[in-house]
């Protein structure tokens, strides 16, 4: 079992800057593939950015690639995604995610078996 915790979202202008971080529990996080996802209100969850076990292997979704930034650090264990130059279109809750097959295949949400509870990230204009 594996759980998730998401924290840092917000409120910010449209313009700003706001840094989520993800912390798991379990003993094999060095394995996982990550990866963040994010639903506004209204819409389907969608893919925001995947991260492979060790770092080597990133994605991003394209509406906001340019602006976010995911890492992962296994020394301390903890995932984030920097968002740079926000829009009110990122309005929405921000969720993290851990597929423990560690394949790096970040798009496809039935491969992620744990989810954080989602942290609120809202953008004003």
């Known amino acids: 079992q594996v759980q998730l915790t998401e924290s840092g979202g917000g409120l910010v202008q449209a313009g700003g800057s706001l840094r989520l971080s993800c912390t798991a529990s379990?003993?094999?996080?060095?394995?996982?593939?990550m990866g963040w996802f994010r639903q506004a209100p209204g819409k389907s969850r969608e893919f925001v950015a995947g991260?492979?076990?060790?770092?080597?292997?990133?994605e991003y979704a394209d509406a906001v690639k340019g602006r976010f930034t995911i890492t992962k650090d296994n020394d301390i264990e903890v995932m984030t995604l920097q968002m740079d130059s926000l829009e009110l279109e990122d309005t929405a809750v921000y969720y993290c995610?851990?597929?423990?097959?560690?394949?790096?295949?970040?798009?496809?949400?039935?491969?992620?078996?744990?989810w954080g509870p989602g942290t609120q990230v809202s953008v004003s204009s």
């Open positions: 991260i492979s076990w060790n770092g080597d292997v990133i």
């Open positions: 379990g003993r094999r996080f060095q394995d996982y593939t």
């Open positions: 995610a851990v597929d423990t097959a560690g394949w790096p295949v970040f798009r496809i949400e039935s491969l992620y078996e744990y």
